[in-house]
């Protein structure tokens, strides 16, 4: 971790041996880590800016996305994990990392990038796959479960997902080769494609 008034490092973690990161996920107070070799580490910032290690766990398939749930001012007690071979999507409780729910993505396409996302007080799982497929599930935050999967077409290539505020309203960006944002509207997800002005 790094100080972001003097730059310097004042806290840090290192992965296993003959081991590295390769995917995370950050909060104020909580780390996410998928490690190679297909292992999940959680770790909590304590408010002096110490790293704690509190729960790993070893999965059979390589790691391939991960997510923590943020809720502001509080800390989520689930977080989201994509991986590789068994192409799934499994949702997990924090701190502890036990399974709450898994569901494999359609077509055996792997999950590059999920996000649990608050979208106007309906709140979503989101997973984009490698061939431009994004598949949204209605996510219940009091239990973790699953529910109303849709599948949407938006582009060839493999999504990366990105929450961000626009004019005070929760939106998601899934960008691809045909890049969307996505808002809730009176309860149902609205899509408005992003045009992309290349120069020269």
């Given amino acids: 971790m790094i100080s972001d008034s003097?730059?310097?490092r004042y806290a840090s973690w290192n992965p296993p041996i003959n081991t590295t990161i390769v995917t995370a996920s950050v909060t104020?107070?909580?780390i996410l880590l998928g490690i190679s070799g297909g292992s999940?580490?959680?770790?909590e910032i304590s408010r002096n800016g110490e790293l704690s290690p509190v729960s790993v766990k070893k999965f059979k398939n390589e790691i391939s996305s991960v997510n923590i749930f943020k809720i502001d001012g509080m800390q989520s007690t689930y977080c989201a994990i994509g991986t590789w071979t068994d192409v799934a999507v499994r949702i997990l409780s924090l701190p502890s990392l036990e399974q709450v729910e898994c569901k494999k993505t359609p077509?055996?396409?792997v999950p590059r990038s999920i996000l649990i996302s608050e979208l106007s007080n309906n709140t979503y799982l989101f997973i984009g796959l490698g061939d431009g497929t994004l598949v949204i599930y209605s996510f219940d935050k009091e239990t973790g479960s699953l529910h109303e999967p849709k599948k949407y077409t938006i582009g060839t290539q493999q999504?990366?997902?990105i929450h961000f505020c626009s004019n005070e309203m929760d939106c998601v960006l899934a960008c691809s080769d045909h890049p969307s944002v996505i808002h809730n509207e009176g309860g149902k997800l609205r899509?408005?494609?992003v045009n992309i002005k290349v120069n020269g």
Avoid: E, H, M, W
């Avoid at 999940?40 to 770790?43: E, G, K, N, P, R």
């Fill in 191 to 193: 899509f408005a494609n």
């Fill in 6 to 8: 003097t730059l310097n």
């Fill in 40 to 43: 999940i580490v959680y770790l």
């Fill in 107 to 109: 077509g055996d396409v």
């Fill in 159 to 161: 999504i990366r997902l």
């Fill in 28 to 30: 104020d107070s909580q």
